[in-house]
């Protein structure tokens, strides 16, 4: 499987963006998938995953109200859209996926990852 990641860019505070990540591979509507981010000089962190299906999704208390994570299975794709963006939310962001039926919320647990976008909020 590999995954393009793209959308990323410069707004400002309170601004939105949309990340999009397209999968390759007939199988994609049997995977999971999440969006990770990683802050300069800071750990990859979990954004958010969604479960094969769409019926299940999980957020980082962090981005909750905010942020809203989607798939196309028909697409390949995955979305991430961004709304009210803070300073603090500026990072590379990646997408990942797992073949697995269930809700997968840690990097470690992931299989494939995309090359990251990067994603800067400027106050």
């Known amino acids: 499987v590999q995954l393009q990641a793209s959308g990323g860019g410069l707004v400002q505070a309170g601004g939105s963006l949309r990340l999009s990540c397209a999968a390759s591979?007939?199988?994609?509507?049997?995977?999971?998938m999440g969006w990770f981010r990683q802050a300069p000089g800071k750990e990859r962190e979990f954004v958010a995953a969604?479960?094969?299906?769409?019926?299940?999704?999980g957020y980082a208390d962090s981005v909750k109200g905010r942020f809203t994570i989607s798939r196309d299975n028909a697409k390949n794709t995955v979305y991430l859209q961004m709304n009210s963006l803070k300073p603090e939310d500026t990072a590379v962001y990646y997408c990942?996926?797992?073949?697995?039926?269930?809700?997968?919320?840690?990097?470690?647990?992931?299989?494939?990852w995309g090359q990251g976008t990067l994603v800067t909020v400027s106050s």
């Open positions: 990942a996926s797992k073949r697995s039926l269930v809700l997968v919320t840690t990097a470690y647990d992931y299989d494939y």
């Open positions: 969604i479960r094969w299906s769409g019926g299940g999704i």
């Open positions: 591979g007939r199988t994609f509507s049997t995977y999971a």
